[in-house]
């Protein structure tokens, strides 16, 4: 699962997204957004989930929020906004959101990794004077200048917490 996102930075996303401009993020455009981050769902399965064609903001607003931290995962492997996540379930969770981010799968999120996913997510931006490093020294307990697991869950706990 993704850590929460502020709204400045969800509209960014939104507005990257909607290509042609209408004020609405079609369904093609948030599976293009799902498969960057490594999630994967038929056509048929997101329309289901999402139960229309098309978001506008609002409606895309809803929908992150049932998958970033208040849904659960239902039997296609979307999420469903019921709310009772277990801790099993958030320790499968957190593991695949470490994988989307450890792209060369060794173990370990090195802040090229995440300026990587960041930048794909739309949420990277070369100008704003962010640094990745100090961003991982923050929860690098270790000092080793990476994220291992144990780390980059006790970074997304007090995130989503």
Avoid at 61 to 83: A, D, H, K, Q, R
Avoid at 129 to 139: E, L
Wanted: net charge negative; charged share 30%.
């Amino acid at each position: 699962m993704m850590s929460r996102l502020r709204i400045g930075e969800l509209r960014r996303i939104f507005e990257n997204l909607d290509k042609n401009g209408d004020g609405q993020v079609s369904l093609e455009e948030l599976n293009w957004l799902l498969e960057k981050i490594d999630v994967h769902h038929s056509a048929d399965e997101l329309e289901f989930s999402v139960g229309k064609p098309s978001l506008n903001f609002d409606e895309f607003l809803y929908f992150y929020n049932s998958i970033s931290s208040e849904g659960t995962t239902g039997s296609s492997g979307l999420v469903s906004p019921e709310g009772n996540e277990g801790d099993g379930d958030r320790e499968t969770d957190l593991a695949e959101a470490f994988r989307v981010f450890d792209l060369n799968d060794d173990g370990f999120i090195s802040c090229e990794e995440l300026q990587s996913v960041l930048s794909r997510l739309g949420l990277w931006d070369e100008r704003s004077g962010r640094d990745c490093n100090s961003m991982i020294r923050v929860y690098d307990t270790n000092s080793d200048g990476r994220l291992d697991f144990e780390e980059f869950k006790s970074m997304m706990l007090i995130t989503i917490s």
